[in-house]
Structure formats: C-alpha cells, structure tokens
C-alpha cells in the first residue's frame, strides 16, 4: 500500500476501533432492553460513525494547534505541469516572487526566511500570469496553507468592494484556523478585510458582503451564493479548496463544493489541497480543477531500523501493569508514550500509573481538541513523562524526545487482525528523527502471542522477548 493510503488507512481503523470500543461501552448500558437493543445499536452505529468523521477534521485542528514549525521533508517534490513545454520555475526567496511590499512584510513578520519545499513549486505557478489551476498533496505542517494564503492576497485588489476569492474549508474551527493565517500574512494590508460564511453567522436579507475574502463551510458558502445572493460568484477570481480529504470525509461536502464550483467563471483560478492523495480524493480534485498543474510531497517513510523491540509475556491487564512497573523500576525512562486500544483501558492505566506516583498525562477521545493540544503540548515541554493514549489520538504527532513506545496493547484492525501500519507509525521513526528507540510489546494472550508473530513477519525484524521480573535483562536493554 502506498503510504499515503495507509495513513489514511490506519486513521480509519483507529477511528473504527475507537468508535467500536465506544459502541461496546455504550451497548453495555443498554443490555437490559433486548428487542430495544436493536434499535440503539443502529442509533449507535451512527453515532460511531458521525465520530469517525469528525475525527478526521478534529486530528487536522489538532496538527495546526500543536505545530509551530514547518514539518522537514526529505523527498523530492513532483511537479506535474499542465503545459510540459513550459520552462519549470521555482523559487528560492520570496523576493523573486515580486510580492507586493506589503505582503512580503507580512511574510518576514511570519518569521519565513525562504518558501517551504512545496512553496518552492507552487507560489510560481499559483502567483503566473495568467494565474493557473494547481493540485497538491503534502503532508499536514509542510506550509500548503502559507503558500494559498499568499496566492489569494495577491490577487485581491482593495478598491473592489466585493468577495474576489473564496476559501472552503471542512469546519468552522479549520476556516478560523485559515482565517488567522490570512490576518498575520495581511498584517500590513490593513484595507483587505474577511468574512466568515459558517453556520451562525447571520446576515440581513438582501446585503451584499463587501469583504475581499470569503472562508467558509461549503453548505453555508453554497447557501451565500446561491439562495441568498450575499455573494456573486461569477466576480470570484481565486476558489481554494482546503483539505480535501478531510472534506469527502464528510458526506454533503463533495456535492456542495461541486455545486459551488459551477457557479464561478471559467477563468477563476482553481487551487486545490489535500494531505493524503487516495483515489477518492484524486477524483474529486479532478471534478473540481479542471486542467491542474500538479504538485506531490510523498510523506516521510517511517523505519523500524534504529529502534530496538522486545516483547513481555503476561497473562492479564495486571500482570500487563506489573511488567511497567518493573520496567520503570529498572531503568530510566525520560518519556514514554503507551498505547491502549480503548478508551476505557487508557483512563484505567493513566490512573494506576498516577497511584504508582507517575506523572501521566491522558489523551483520550472525549475531549475537546484544544484540550488535546494542551495535553500534547504540556507533555512536549517535559510537565508529564508518560503520555497514555489510544491510537485515534495520537496519529500524526510527533513528539521527537519520546525515546519509549510501550504497546500496552498490541494494534489490530477492526477484525482482529494486525494493523502494521499502526505498529510501524506508533514506534517508527523518520529518517529525521534516526535516533535510537526502545519499543516494549505486552502479549497477554496466545491470541496476541500469534498477532506479534505476524507482526515480525510482516517487518522480517525480530522482536526479542524480555522477561520483566529479571531486573538485570531490563537494565541490559537499556544500553
Ligand atoms: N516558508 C516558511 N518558512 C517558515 N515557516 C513556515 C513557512 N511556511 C509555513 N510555515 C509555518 O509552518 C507551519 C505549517 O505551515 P502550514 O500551516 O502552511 O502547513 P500546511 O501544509 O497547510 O498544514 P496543514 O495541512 O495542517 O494545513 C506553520 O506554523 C507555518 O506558519
């Protein structure tokens, strides 16, 4: 599978468990009613499967809440153009790009000394004359967002008292999220102004929005254009298109964002982002830009080379907890994260470890998504040295001191096979952060026994057994 896809496929497994674990617990509380139990559980199939959804958008907040820094990408960019004849341009700084002042201002206000990799590609095409069509897919953090943010302030002119570009975005809290970029990267164009078309944000009948920029939800954008006419599209010059996989994710959005796309002229310029590039998404970009340029950033691969793994041979969740004990007794462990398959053994084992005199963190899925970012960002400042977790909520972030991946739990997919692709993205590491690392298995089960079995297989690397209770074989490990 190529990486993108399994990305994207361990986020929907993850998802699906969480929210299965979820549909367990909940299930519990209905038993009693049994011809009742039938009509809950589809009830909560739903349930599970709306949070699966917006799991994806709340992972996305996540990552821009956390990040502060440009995410390295060893890889080549691809560029696919639209017209293979024209001379290729990229640039090195963004003075040869003839920003106008203003906005270059803006740009080294940021703190960006030179454009990002995908930069390097995209602000020359975005930014030609006349402006093109652009398709590109890079991971979460490698300056998509900066680059479509300048291509769109560049093409407003402020006199024009009118929507002139138009930005979707999947929630409300990523079109916020953009939102704050356009004001820091706008910092010294004070005349350009934006609107918000997201749910809530009600206007009069009949007004006509004067804002230059337009971020919203593609049902509230569609509403603005269309049956309520606070916006004319055909005056749209720039349409971005933010995060596409996140927003064929939710159901409605791909056939809004079509519609919207409809009612722009045909010389509006179609810009079109997405952090992983599965084939539902490719067809979806190409519905809705049409002749693209085409712009790729393959995601860092992850290796088990530099990392060391052992297994713990248990026979229940106590001697499971037991194991981590002896292991914290034995050896020194700056920081740690341990993965749980569910939710409720997180919650369980954060509390143990607390008792036990740990300084735990839990990140788990019933919170809010900047209660996350804090929880992450405390322990990245060293506050907690344990990080408890389920997969859901730790997919894509990466805390580069953790040396110490404990799974408490091995990963399986929903049908109880093992999830490889978990297991190499919870205790791999990319090739920037090629340091040493420890990864401790706990097998309680001949079940569990045969998941690792199959997960040596599936990396040809073997995993060691360790025998926790021999505090000289830990301390060895250590070394
Ligand atoms: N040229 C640059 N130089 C330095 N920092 C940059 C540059 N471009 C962007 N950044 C910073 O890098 C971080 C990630 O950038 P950005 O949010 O644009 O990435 P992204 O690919 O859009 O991520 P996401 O997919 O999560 O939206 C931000 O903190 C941003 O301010």
């Not at 971005?240 to 927003?247: G, I, N, S, T, Y």
Request: proline letters at 4%.
């Amino acid at each position: 599978m190529a990486t993108d896809s399994w990305a994207l496929a361990v986020d929907e497994q993850e998802a699906a468990a969480e929210s299965l674990s979820n549909l367990h617990l909940k299930e519990e509380k209905i038993k009693p009613d049994a011809n009742g139990a039938v009509v809950k559980t589809n009830a909560n199939t739903e349930k599970a499967d709306e949070e699966e959804k917006e799991d994806r958008a709340a992972q996305s907040l996540l990552n821009k809440l956390i990040r502060s820094n440009l995410v390295d990408n060893t890889n080549q960019v691809e560029v696919l153009q639209r017209d293979p004849n024209s001379p290729l341009y990229s640039v090195k700084s963004f003075e040869e790009l003839r920003l106008k002042p203003q906005l270059l201002q803006g740009v080294y206000a940021m703190g960006f000394n030179r454009p990002s990799k995908i930069q390097e590609n995209a602000l020359p095409l975005m930014l030609a004359e006349p402006p093109q069509n652009l398709i590109a897919q890079s991971q979460s953090g490698t300056g998509k967002t900066a680059a479509f943010v300048l291509a769109m302030l560049s093409q407003v002119e402020p006199a024009n008292r009118y929507p002139q570009c138009l930005c979707l975005s999947p929630t409300y809290e990523l079109a916020l999220q953009t939102g704050k970029v356009i004001e820091q990267m706008g910092k010294f164009y004070p005349e350009l102004k934006l609107a918000y078309a997201v749910r809530g944000n009600k206007l009069e009948r009949g007004q006509k929005i004067s804002e230059h920029i337009v971020i919203g939800t593609p049902g509230t954008v569609l509403d603005w254009c269309s049956k309520l006419k606070f916006i004319d599209p055909k005056k749209i010059k720039v349409f971005v298109l933010d995060e596409a996989d996140v927003m064929i994710a939710t159901q409605g959005h791909q056939d809004q964002s079509i519609r919207i796309q409809r009612m722009l002229p045909k010389d509006c310029q179609m810009l079109l982002f997405s952090a992983t590039f599965e084939d539902s998404v490719w067809k979806f970009a190409q519905k809705v830009v049409p002749d693209p340029n085409i712009i790729k950033l393959k995601r860092e691969e992850e290796t088990l080379d530099t990392i060391k793994q052992y297994y713990v041979l248990c026979n229940n969740r106590d001697e499971k907890f037991q194991a981590l004990c002896n292991l914290y007794g034995a050896i020194t462990i700056a920081q740690a994260m341990i993965f749980c398959h569910t939710r409720k053994t997180a919650s369980w084992l954060a509390a143990e470890l607390s008792k036990e005199g740990h300084q735990v963190a839990l990140l788990s899925g019933e919170m809010m998504v900047e209660q996350r970012a804090a929880v992450i960002e405390r322990f990245r400042e060293g506050k907690e040295k344990v990080l408890v977790t389920t997969n859901v909520c730790a997919r894509g972030i990466d805390v580069e001191q953790v040396s110490v991946v404990i799974n408490f739990d091995l990963p399986v997919d929903k049908d109880g096979n093992p999830d490889n692709e978990t297991y190499l993205h919870r205790i791999g590491r990319t090739g920037r952060f090629g340091k040493r690392g420890l990864a401790v298995n706990m097998v309680d089960s001949k079940h569990s026994m045969n998941i690792l079995n199959r997960i040596q297989e599936h990396f040809n690397k073997k995993i060691e057994r360790l025998d926790t209770d021999d505090l000289d074989e830990i301390e060895k490990i250590a070394n």
